[in-house]
């Protein structure tokens, strides 16, 4: 299982920002995957997850209408769309997988939910 993750960058408040995960060894539809991030000084937190065989989501408050999350079946690679950027949302942003059998109908955002976890990519949110 691999999860490369790409996308971060500066961008000024109010800007967008699309993050990608492709992941190989195992297909989004059979799994549940989900977008973390982690600000200086906090906690990793969950930002939004779907899972694969239903397309169900979940998403943290804060990103609602803002972010989206998307799939391509065909690369095997989840999108994070963020639009209306906040200074608050800049964080490393890691992308993570659950094989759980169940995961892949209901997604949740707790860490100890996911066993495999890509690389980070800093988005930065400044003017």
């Known amino acids: 299982v691999q999860l490369q993750t790409s996308g971060g960058g500066l961008v000024q408040p109010g800007g967008s920002l699309r993050l990608s995960c492709v992941a190989s060894?195992?297909?989004?539809?059979?799994?549940?995957i989900v977008w973390f991030r982690q600000a200086p000084g906090k906690e990793r937190e969950g930002v939004y997850c779907i899972s694969g065989s239903t397309g169900s989501t979940n998403f943290k408050s804060s990103v609602k209408g803002r972010f989206s999350i998307s799939r391509e079946r065909a690369s095997n690679t989840l999108y994070l769309q963020m639009n209306s950027l906040k200074p608050e949302d800049t964080a490393v942003y890691y992308c993570?997988?659950?094989?759980?059998?169940?995961?892949?109908?209901?997604?949740?955002?707790?860490?100890?939910?996911?066993?495999?976890w890509g690389q980070g990519t800093l988005v930065t949110v400044s003017s």
């Open positions: 060894g195992f297909s989004l539809d059979d799994s549940a």
């Open positions: 993570a997988v659950s094989l759980v059998y169940s995961a892949r109908y209901s997604c949740g955002l707790q860490k100890y939910e996911y066993e495999y």
